[in-house]
């Protein structure tokens, strides 16, 4: 998997739509965020880096620079 997985919490827990934050270095649980009344979600990433994406269309909004190597695990 290329980044993080929305699922939906009702039903049969289908997953919704994969926010894509590239290739993982390794397999370890990334706290994700929404923010602006559920219009996005900001995630973390295996290589430095925060995004920002739309909740509905997944598309990316803005990518932050946090740090050159390294993982973005907790966001708040």
Known sequence: QTGFTLYRLEGDGEPVRTFATGLPSMSVPKQVAFGEEGKVVVGGSDHGLVYIFDR????TLETLHHTDTGLVQTIS
């Not at 509905?56 to 598309?59: D, L, V, Y």
Request: aromatic fraction near 0%.
């Open 56 to 59: 509905k269309t997944g598309q």
